[in-house]
Nanobody, 123 residues
Framework: QVQVVESGGGLVQAGGSLRLSCTAS????????ITWFRQAPDKEREFVAL???????PYSDAVRGRFKVFKDNTKNTVYLQMNDLKPEDTAVYYC?????????????????WGQGTEVTVSS
């Protein structure tokens, strides 16, 4: 069983920045696939970005160039640095984990989820 906890959400003005954190339990954290999803009101959950056992870091078109994912294996934590935030980034952000280390974009593929952290961007 992997425990996943997100933190760092809040209210920010358009153009501002926030950093979200995702901490997952387990001794093989460096091998995990850790993925950020988000769900805006009345919309489906969508992929944002992920880290995995490889070197490439995929981002969605909506956030590429503004968001950056980085990982601290010593803290079992993945960070989502969000810059130049826009009102359309307003959503609940979720972190999902899978110990298999593969790239996967389908939320239904992930066995472990955090509770979500809310991000609100005002115009």
């Amino acid at each position: 069983q992997v425990q996943v906890v997100e933190s760092g959400g809040g209210l920010v003005q358009a153009g501002g920045s926030l950093r979200l954190s995702c901490t997952a339990s387990g001794r093989d954290f460096s091998r995990y696939t850790i993925t950020w999803f988000r769900q805006a009101p009345d919309k489906e959950r969508e992929f944002v970005a992920l880290t995995w056992s490889g070197n490439r870091t995929p981002y969605s078109d909506a956030v590429r160039g503004r968001f950056k994912v980085f990982k601290d294996n010593t803290k079992n934590t993945v960070y989502l640095q969000m810059n130049d935030l826009k009102p359309e980034d307003t959503a609940v952000y979720y972190c999902a984990a899978d110990p298999d280390g593969n790239i996967k974009y389908d939320a239904n593929s992930y066995p472990y989820w955090g509770q979500g952290t809310e991000v609100t961007v005002s115009s």
